[in-house]
């Protein structure tokens, strides 16, 4: 096991596209990270420099303590798992498994103990005389994680490798990776663009835009915490409302956001977290407001400065929730670039309401009567609102 470190890396490929831009990451000891971004981010590019089955352009990727920039892959002792299993089908899953260690030409006793022992870890014991055709697609993926297990590496690198799994499968194995990884304590950098496993499997989660690391932070701090609009829009299922604004601060020192014609008042505790919100006194800035933080004002109760008249467009009932598309009489943050390449990636902001008010996802109690078409008052818990930089999308926080 060890640590892996990426200083200043670049890739810029032959025709001179530009995959990674300046990443800085240092990957701890057993930890497990995972890279998430868009289609095009540059994530297989730079789990593939780590790898070495790509050439850095730029910077140093250092695993354990040595430099790897000109190591070939199969002295990097990295194992990578990738999207397709790429198993052999004229092999057992034997020697799927143990195909790497004969190559290396390792003893064939202590193949078939490292090959029973994967295959005991990971369920395959009663399939180990099969071929891959015969196997699940759960089943099959196993071996592709056994044949990276046996071969004991520093760590694992893994690209998407359950997005050939259906949904349910998907779920379970990210289960089992997860305790895999924690049983076996193994440095991994695993690359998804479905933030769900980037959120469950973490211990630490790189968000990626455009080949550029936007932040890099344990789940739950990239969630309430995002640094800006992009990680604060791509973080979040259904993504976060973002709404323009104009800060307002009167004699007492207490802020509202005028938004059109409504206006929500700040708790004290939200300028106290944000010194910078001083500087944004009768200046536009960009709200957002998670979908769970909305609720029916019937169930949550009117409170002034903190609820909002709406109208209900679409009402999904999940049971747990009712997931409620709102129209709301209010200036939509929808012009921001980020926003707009949000909207574009996770095709939502998309309700299209013909007199261009905004469009508000709300995640209701179960409990709330609303239905389709009628008008609602909302209440926002404004404690938890985030604030953007309208021009540079940047959260907005420390002064
Ligand atoms: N061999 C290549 N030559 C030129 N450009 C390339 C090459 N391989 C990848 N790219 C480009 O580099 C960028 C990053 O690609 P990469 O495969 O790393 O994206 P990704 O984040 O893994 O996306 P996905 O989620 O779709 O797998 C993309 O713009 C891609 O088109
Ligand atoms: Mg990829």
Redesign the pocket.
Known sequence: MARIALSHVG?V???G????ADLNIEVEDGEFLVFV??????????L?MVAGLETITEGDVRIGDKLVNNVPPRDRDVAMVFQSYALYPHLTVRDNIGFGLQLRKMPKAEVRRRVEDAARTLGLSEYLDRKPRNLSGGQRQRVAMGRAIVRQPQAFLM??PLSNLDAKLRVQMRAEIGKLQRDLGVTTVY?T?DQVEAMTLGHRVAV?RK?VLQQIAPPQELYDRPTNLFVAGFIGSPAMNFLSATVLRDDNDQYTLEMGAETLVLPPSVPVARPALAGYVDKPIVVGIRPEDIEDASIAGRQPGRTLPARAELVEPLGSDLMVHLSMDLPQASGHEDIAELAEETGEGGVAIADERAVVVARFSPRSQVKVGDPVQITVATEQIHLFDATTGSAVWDA
Do not use: F, L, M, Q
Request: net charge neutral.
């Open positions: 890739k490929y032959e025709d596209t530009r995959a990674v971004g868009p289609s095009g981010c540059g994530k297989t590019a730079a593939r690209d998407e690359v663009h990626i080949g």
